[in-house]
Structures are given as structure tokens and as C-alpha cells.
């Protein structure tokens, strides 16, 4: 997918190191999230399926995903551990599976935050960004010792 598919915004200032991957089959959830990530100015791209996931993720790995478990096409934990083998970026899983052994499960998986639906877009905003600081602080430790 280019940057003029659907579902992708170009780069601002604010995230120079890359996009936000939005893992969500459901249109109004999407939509919802898109709004408050654009209006912050990041650069999205959107998959509804885990297979759209998967082929954006190896085209060029995102700066963060966001991703739903419950997927038309399988599991987003799937997706999950694919990218765990790979990389360290932040992942937010953004679910309706909200018991305390879904949540133990994702993670487990290797999830970096839990966040049940329906959601506050504020709460929603405040923690990724959160993962988002902690990344930036460990490259830039990372770029500092080089």
C-alpha cells in the first residue's frame, strides 16, 4: 500500500520516525481512532483484516501498531507474536476481550499496553502516547551510545 491508498496520511513533523498501523475491523471504531491520531498530526495507515496487517508490516515496519484481536481473517495475537520475533515497537492491544485472563493472554503475547472497547479516545490518546515516549527515549539512549 502507497501513501496515497486509502487508510494512509503523509508524514508530519511529529512523527518523522515513521507511521501508526491501525489494525480495526470495525468501520466506527477505525474511524474514531483516525480522527483523534490525525488531528495529533500522525502519519496512519489502516488495515481491517490480518492479512492487510501482515502485508503492511512487512512492506515497512510501523513506529507503533494498534491492534484488535478479534479479526474477520484470525487472530490479531497472531500478528503479534509475528512482529515480537522481529521487533520491539509498541504494540497497544485496542479489544472488546476485556476479562482479566484475555487481558493476562495479550500481554503475555507481548502486548505493551491493554485497552478494552468501547474506549475513551482521551485515555485511548494519553496511552499510546505514553508507548510511543518510552520507544523514543529507548532509541534516542540507544542513538546515544553508538
Known amino acids: 500500500m502507497d501513501n496515497n491508498s486509502q487508510g494512509s496520511t503523509s508524514s508530519t ?33 489502516q488495515a481491517y483484516t490480518l492479512e492487510e496487517a501482515r502485508a503492511m508490516v512487512a512492506e515497512e515496519l510501523p513506529r507503533a501498531i494498534i491492534l484488535d484481536i478479534q479479526l474477520p481473517d484470525g487472530n490479531g495475537l497472531d500478528l503479534l507474536h509475528e512482529v515480537r520475533k522481529v521487533s520491539n515497537i509498541p504494540v497497544l492491544v485496542l479489544t472488546a476481550m476485556g476479562t482479566p485472563k484475555d487481558i493476562i493472554k495479550g500481554l503475555e503475547a507481548g502486548g505493551d499496553d491493554y485497552l478494552t472497547k468501547p474506549h475513551d479516545l482521551h485515555t485511548f490518546l494519553k496511552r499510546l502516547e505514553a508507548l510511543l515516549h518510552k520507544s523514543n527515549v529507548a532509541i534516542d539512549k540507544r542513538e546515544e551510545s553508538s
Open 13 to 45: 513533523p511529529s512523527n518523522k520516525r515513521g507511521y501508526l498501523l491501525l489494525v480495526e475491523d470495525e468501520p466506527v471504531v477505525q474511524a474514531n481512532n483516525k480522527m483523534v491520531l490525525e488531528r495529533r498530526g500522525y502519519a496512519l495507515r
